[in-house]
């Protein structure tokens, strides 16, 4: 029978049937939508982000960002917190908490000021929520008294984290804004205002397009556009490299990480986890394919924990972390020269392009044979071995140590997808 | 000139994904709501969702999909004719093309075997109840496998050395390795399932031994194994072979089929005369003629089938209907055709003539008194209910000779009726 593993997380005291959230916005934006994501395996929401201030959306509002012919490699979006009445939004959270007691419902708010943050607050464990989860990441708010420009502020996070737990007892996740040089000067500001957890990131401002025929940005709003969030696959990147940051700062620590950003398979969340995040969550992903995606987040983990003998998911936490280290401290004593199979290479030379228009000119081309030969320029750096389009045709091959340098064991990978 | 292709007769006619090609292939599937291709397969195999799998990079699960939900998807992955059911029904026609689905189904199966998975296991509770399957073929094979999910001890007998039915005995390995079809019986031995190879049910043990042995239901999937020979003269020559003994020959005897460097001509228009044809070529034979008396539009074969067949250099003549087999010293020199027009004749020579002029049931009225058509197939009602109470009945034997896939759907519901008749003798036993 289908293998489920036990993949149940405590997430600040909280505990979670799995790591997998609906991230806050139009995926978890009102009680049937939550309803269905729960039947389909998600273990709680962070609701659509509610404020007093109630949004007024354009339209259309996304955008997406492809190469060779595979759209929503990124998306971009231009729409705010929830258009719905205030009431109405804690009104959903109610009766879902109701409905489902053992799913986890996360509040996410957002305040102009102080009195707005505690009241939403307050609203919000009234309704019965788990969590509560600040949004200071918004990057196109119409008012610059919430979003991200609230989020590079550590002084208005400080302030604002300490009217919300002024007024609760529930635990308060700040969520941060990627557009930032330096995440952890806020996400300190935030645990100094009383946040327990961290939650990052939200959308990257942006713009996927310009329009050559309206000489504006994508999407196309009468005639005009703006710099907008930018989300999906494509963010990925960035986001767990502020997840490696927050996790390895000393001041941060037992501080609980919650990572969002391009999540789409069990081997994206694997990657989140390894870096210490305990709670993750999904946006992009779902907007594009569904909540069923929830199935193979869930089955691929069980599988890859059943094969490599992990028995919780908290195990695999931020497994990653102490081999993540300043580049400065990198082992440069040696180069790994690439391995041609000949028997699996087709003879396309994109090895040769690459090598010689974009690194070292170390391949030469067998023209009779079409084949790569590989010449003493190589210095390792393996773009021959990202480019070739033919799996397992281009490996690591010998390692060579560079002159006078001290010869050691090497960890090597061998094994590319 | 045609590029004629040459190849061994167990090498795989057509190559098979690697991750990445797999992945590429499962990026072109628009993913769809309600998938089509789901509900055009009689088997409910749910492609629609081991390709969500493959694309959401969990081959796992797709391996788990396929293998749960049909027990034999490995065959099936290589023989379905899927233009006929989830490939014709695939959105992405809309588009270009459909999605690749059977050979996305092998790639997953083939990662079963790799990762060295075991998805089927026997199911905590028994029933104490014992059921028996006649024959081993893909009918017998799912119904089997789903008795044993539900509890039941299931005994398959197999008149055969080795289970797999026309998947073993039939199909070219070319189309059909062996090693597909044992993963499939491994995965069904998995269950619990046990199985009485080399017993003939009817001959070797009788229906009646069986019940006093405490069989409290029996599954026929005989299949259609009665040798068929056109009623002409000179049938009885030596190398004049009916389809379906000719095929087995030549499985058993990994391709030793006498025929290198000889003529064979192939009588029909079927997927068995396709077979029969592509074995004779593959296992060494210089010519290789199929005669089929009607047009090729009204042949029932499979036209994936027949252009592999005219891949490897078979020509296939239509519209000629043979009237004798003529020999000397006891073997075949040629066979004489007629034109369907009336005017035209042929005499063609040949070493070997293989006919593939249909099949039939063996007669299934030593097994039981059992009611049956007119060509002796099982006659059945709704999940394969025959006129005993403790017989079903389903796959070739009772639809006359259809798919892989059609027959694992029958032997689906087969059980399901076997599970439910079984479950109210209990319970009115029980009050
Ligand atoms: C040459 C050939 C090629 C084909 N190609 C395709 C194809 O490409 N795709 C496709 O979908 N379908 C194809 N078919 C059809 C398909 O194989 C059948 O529809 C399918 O195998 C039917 O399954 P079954 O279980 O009913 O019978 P079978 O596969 O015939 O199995 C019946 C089994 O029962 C055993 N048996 C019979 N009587 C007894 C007894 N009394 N006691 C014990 N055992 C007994 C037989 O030995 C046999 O193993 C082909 C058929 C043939 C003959
Ligand atoms: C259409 C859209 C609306 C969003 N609305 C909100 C919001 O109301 N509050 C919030 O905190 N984040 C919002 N986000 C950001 C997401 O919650 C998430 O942080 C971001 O999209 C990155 O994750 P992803 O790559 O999985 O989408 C929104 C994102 C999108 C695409
Ligand atoms: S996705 Fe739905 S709400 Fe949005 S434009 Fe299309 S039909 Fe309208
Ligand atoms: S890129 Fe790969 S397949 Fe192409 S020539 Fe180079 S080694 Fe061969
Ligand atoms: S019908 Fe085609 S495109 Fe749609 S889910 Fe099935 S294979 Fe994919």
Redesign the pocket.
């Known amino acids: 029978m289908a293998l489920r593993k036990d993949l149940s997380i405590d997430y600040l005291g909280v505990k979670c049937e799995n790591p997998f959230f609906l991230s806050s916005s139009p995926v978890g934006g009102n009680y049937d939508m939550v309803a269905k994501s729960y039947e389909a395996g998600w273990a709680g929401v962070f609701f659509k982000t509610v404020g007093i201030f109630v949004a007024d959306e354009c339209s259309p509002r996304f955008d997406n960002n492809g190469k060779e012919g595979l759209p929503w490699v990124g998306f971009k979006n231009m729409e705010q917190i929830s258009d719905k009445p205030t009431e109405l939004n804690f009104e959903y959270m109610a009766r879902l908490k109701r409905d489902y007691p053992d799913k986890v419902l996360v509040s996410t708010i957002m305040g102009s000021d102080e009195d707005e943050w505690k009241q939403l607050a307050k609203m919000s464990e009234q309704a019965g929520a788990d969590l509560i989860e600040g949004n200071f990441s918004c990057p196109q708010m119409t008012s610059h008294a919430m979003g991200s420009d609230v989020g590079s502020s550590p002084d208005l996070v400080k302030r604002y984290c300490e009217a919300v737990t002024s007024v609760t007892k529930l635990p308060f996740i700040a969520k941060m804004t990627p557009n930032i040089t330096n995440m952890n000067i806020p996400a300190r500001a935030a645990v100094q205002g009383g946040a327990k957890g961290i939650s990052a990131i939200n959308t990257i401002k942006s713009i996927t397009h310009i329009d050559p025929e309206h000489m504006t940005a994508m999407p196309v709003v009468d005639g005009k556009s703006s710099i907008s969030g930018y989300s999906g696959a494509a963010i990925r990147p960035i986001a767990l490299r502020f997840a490696a940051q927050l996790a390895q700062d000393e001041e941060l620590k037992g501080v609980e990480l919650s990572g969002i950003g391009g999540i789409e398979t069990w081997r994206d969340a694997l990657e989140f986890l390894l870096l210490g995040c305990r709670n993750l969550q999904v946006t992009t992903a779902i907007m594009q394919y569904g909540y069923r995606i929830v199935e193979d987040l869930i089955s691929g983990l069980s599988h890859f924990m059943d094969e490599r003998g992990y028995g919780r998911v908290e195990e695999l936490l931020g497994r990653a972390l102490p081999n993540i280290i300043p580049a400065e401290e990198l082992n440069r004593d040696f180069r790994i020269l690439p391995a041609f199979d000949y028997r699996k290479c087709v003879g396309c030379g994109r090895c040769y392009v690459s090598c010689f228009d974009g690194a070292h000119q170390a391949i030469d081309w067998d023209e009779k044979k079409r084949r790569p030969v590989l010449n003493d320029n190589c210095v390792g750096c393996h773009l021959c071995l990202n480019v070739c389009p033919v799996q397992a045709c281009v490996t690591p091959g010998e390692l060579r140590f560079k002159e006078g340098r001290q010869q050691g064991p090497v960890t090597m990978k061998t094994q590319y997808e | 000139m045609s590029k004629v292709a040459k190849a061994r007769y167990a090498a795989a006619a057509v190559p098979g994904f690697t991750h990445r090609t797999a992945m590429e292939e499962a990026a072109r599937c628009l993913l769809c709501h309600d998938a089509p291709c789901s509900a055009a397969c009689p088997a409910g195999t749910d492609p629609g969702r081991f390709i969500r799998s493959i694309r959401f990079r969990n081959p796992k699960g797709a391996a788990e999909t396929v293998r749960e939900n049909n027990v034999i998807g490995g065959s099936?992955a290589w023989?379905?004719?899927y233009d006929n059911f989830c490939e014709e029904a695939c959105s992405r026609c809309g588009i270009d093309r459909p999605i690749e689905i059977g050979r996305l189904q092998r790639y997953v199966v083939e990662q079963e075997q790799v990762q060295k998975m075991k998805i089927l296991k026997p199911p905590a509770k028994k029933k104490g109840v014992k059921v028996a399957c006649?024959?081993?073929?893909?009918?017998?094979?799912a119904c089997a496998a789903e008795l044993a999910k539900a509890g039941y001890a299931v005994t398959i007998?197999?008149?055969?050395e080795k289970?797999?039915?026309?998947?073993?005995?039939?199909?070219?390995p070319a189309?059909?390795p062996q090693g597909v079809v044992d993963q499939d019986v491994a995965a069904i031995r998995g269950l619990g399932v046990r199985f009485a190879l080399h017993?003939?049910?009817?001959?070797?043990i009788s229906l009646d031994a069986l019940r006093e042995q405490g069989f409290a239901a029996f599954f026929?999937?005989?299949?259609?194994?009665k040798a068929q020979l056109p009623d002409i003269e000179g049938t009885d020559l030596a190398g004049v072979y009916a389809?379906?003994g000719f095929?087995k020959t030549a499985r058993e005897s990994r391709g030793r089929t006498g025929l290198a460097g000889k003529r064979a001509v192939v009588v029909g228009g079927?997927?068995?005369a396709?077979?029969?044809a592509t074995t004779a070529k593959l296992t060494g034979a210089a010519h290789v003629a199929v005669y089929y008396r009607r047009t090729l539009e009204e042949a029932p074969a499979?036209m994936r089938?027949i252009q592999y067949a005219l891949s490897l250099g078979i020509s296939i003549v239509t519209n000629f209907a043979p009237v004798r087999c003529v020999g000397a010293d006891g073997k075949l020199q040629y066979v004489e055709f007629k034109g369907r027009d009336g005017n035209s004749s042929a005499q063609v020579a040949a070493d070997a003539a293989v006919f593939?002029i249909g099949?039939a049931p063996?007669d299934m009225r030593?097994?039981a008194d059992l009611s049956l058509t007119e060509k002796g197939t099982v006659k059945t009602r709704s999940g394969g209910k025959t006129n005993l109470p403790d017989v079903f009945a389903?796959?070739?034997?009772?639809?006359g000779?259809?798919?892989?896939?059609?027959?694992v759907a029958?032997?689906k519901k087969a059980a399901a009726a076997i599970c439910k008749r079984l479950d109210a003798l209990h319970e009115g036993r029980g009050k």
């Open positions: 099936c023989v379905c004719p006649v024959g081993a073929g893909p009918a017998s094979l007998f197999e008149a055969e289970a797999g039915g026309v998947l073993t005995y039939g199909i070219t189309r059909l017993t003939r049910v009817g001959a070797d026929l999937g005989a299949g259609l194994w389809a379906s095929l079927g997927d068995v396709m077979d029969c499979n089938e593939a099949q063996q030593q097994l389903a796959g070739d034997v009772a639809n000779g259809k798919t892989v896939v059609e027959a029958e032997g």
